[in-house]
């Protein structure tokens, strides 16, 4: 089997693993909790029951009590109270990893859908148009300024982005957000303040009108991320600079903009590809709490107003997904590390943190 | 031996520190850092009664809302009049039965005060006593404000009471400094609810007092009258709520964001630092006997580290604070549990290094132990690797454990930049144009970070010759 293929399998192995553990993890936290809200479920349950049954009422104490008991230990049957505690938890984990979270407490999906998956995926697309779009500027502009940096190391500019860099990435992306409001919705009057509600027209007003409202979040996190992003790319960029073969290059008389472009860019492109992806996956989370600042509706905001109204099943979901998306996004970044390097067998695991 | 690790430790730490101390951005970081953890330990004597009372209401009452910090006056045109206490009264008791209390007030300002609250504290026998406050202008005009009974508690044959009294605060005072700017305005009257009530009664008695006041500066005087037999005044108390508050401003509630700030210190450091201190150890346990065994137990280790490398932290976190609840004890837990991985791969790559060294070599042919080994002589030359690796997390965790509170995920009992940025957050500072309020618990948490991101970064640069060349 070629080693490649080899490491292939082991890695995917390894994710699922790691998926593994996130669920199990979860499903445990989960089942104490569910435990709790499912004994007063069947508390009200019961007590709904009687009180709504003239019949019910008019048995006597000792009759009640009897038929009291019989229904909740029906109801405990029923809804798996009486299985033991890591039977529940796996009955709950296998839900999960078939994508199963059942239903919301509240709220429903456009379509009236009260499964947790619907409402989910009703607000997945926003989340995704949103973080892809940033992150294609963010990539693309951090590649070049970052090359601009590199080439006059020591220049005004690297100079500039050093500090840049390091000041951005110390600034919490969703407060970026709260002051590119304060400046842009609130003392300019530029961008609306708030992305919803979304526009009901159709055609190019539609997305004229989504990327009106997208332009402050777009631009929030494109300014959070792309100063560390050019950083990180000047410095994989000078190392190579200083490698035996640019220096013949430059040395045979090979134009500059050749050096650059093609014998830097290539060797550089592993390296710069995966420590994209792997900010892209870091910034998940401080993506997520933009959306609840500028009121994106994607699942960001949807856990926020989870967390507002004790939506567990809904908490959950959203969380699978996204350690979903990261510990694959983790597998891909890795693979694709090894893909693009000719050189190398092993992945990134071995050399990035 | 554990003298010699110590040794060891310091020996190498001193050489980091003097090579430290040529990287200037590590120097500005390490000031940073060491100014805040100042502000930090003193917290409880700059800021009492602020994270414990954080929620209590009556703890800020006295304070106005939504005023911005004082060094705005010196941004614009219009100086507006900061928070003023006036303990000072002089009483004097005219007749057997009215006491007279009065407070200056000198006016100089474009905006006045918020609003004046009144403290009264003493004892009375017999009947309740009537308070009767009043405005009086520097153009010898008078507004009456308040007129109202003291009710007292008894103890021993005498009444003690504690009152106080918003002399801008009700309906009823608006009602009367309307009836009193009516007479001089001239254009349209607009109704007692859209006036701003300081702003008139602290305004020239001439036409536009109502729509269009203009300041009318000197000296005021708050004139309280006490009407009962054998009524004394303990101690007392105004305050003029400014339209300007302190360094950093209040929030929508009236908090004190200076106040904040510095327990955020506080909380944004316990954080971080023990975030930082338990992943080291973590990842120089883990990374060091990595190194040292090797083979299958290298091996092993390693695919241990990526599995955990491979999980989301903000998942863990929010799953944990919606079952278990908010604590900041399960964030620094739940960090300190999944960010030793980097730094255990940084620790072991160099002990890996360091284990090629002939000394080790020397160590155990003369019969040292592994973990003699380990602890005598790898982890003090590991150490400066490890905190530097450790001070680039912290602001990682910061910024995470502040994401939480927006989420809503805060620990409801302390109070932090986060805490403080949720709150601005929810009440609408962003479109209510409160920048001071958005601002400044950010600029905590980029400050603290920034802080340590240089400081490890030059350490990085120290330790690290490769990035030296740089």
Redesign the interface.
Known sequence: MPARLKYLIFRTF??L???G??IL??SS??N??SQQQLQTRIKNTVRGRIQNSPELQQLSSEELQEWRANEIADLRQRWGLNEPVWKRIFTNAWDTMRLDFGQSFMMTSPTGSRQVMDIIMSRLPRTILLFTTAAVIYVLLGLIVGLKAAQV?GGKLDKFLSIFG??S????M??LG??A??LF???LNWFP?TAMPFPQTTGLDYYLGVLYRMALPLGTIVFNLFGARAWATR?IV?DILQEDYIMAARAKGVPERKVIYGHTLRSAAPPVVTSALLAL?MS???A??TE??FNWPGIGLL??IA??QND?PI??GV??I??FI??FG??VADLLYGLLDPRVEVGT?GRM? | MLRKAIRDFTRNFVRVFSEFRGQTAGMVGLGIIISMVIVALLAPTFAPDTNSKWDNVNRWMDLPNGAPPFWVNYLSGTEKARQHVEESADSRKSQSVITTLNYNYQYDKDLPPRDVVLYLEGQYEGNQPDMIASLIRPDGKKIQLVNQTIKGEKTDGVFDFRTRATLFGGSQQRTKVHRFAQEFEEGNVPSPSKMDITKTAFAKAQDGILNNAEPLNGDYRIEVLLVGQNTKVESTEVIFKGRVYGLMGTDGSGHDIARGWIWGARYGLILGLSVAAGTVIIALIFGMTSAYYGGWVDELMQRLNEIVMGIPTLPILVIIAVTLGQRIWFVIGVMTLLYWRGIAKTIRARGLQIRQNTYVEAGEALGASGSRIIRGHMIPQMLPYAFAEAALMIPVAIIAAAGLHVLGLGDPNIVTWGTMLSEANSAGATIRGMWWWVLLPGLGITLLGFGFISAGMAVERVVNPKMKQE
């Open positions: 390894q994710a693993v790691t998926l553990i996130v993890i979860m936290l989960f104490g909790m190391a390091m000041t990435s110390s600034m919490p969703w407060w709260m002051l409001i304060l919705a609130f003392k303040s410095n000078t996956l998940i989370g401080g997520m709490i609840v600042i856990l926020r967390i507002m567990v908490v959950m969380m699978f996204t350690s990261y510990i983790y597998l695991s943190r």
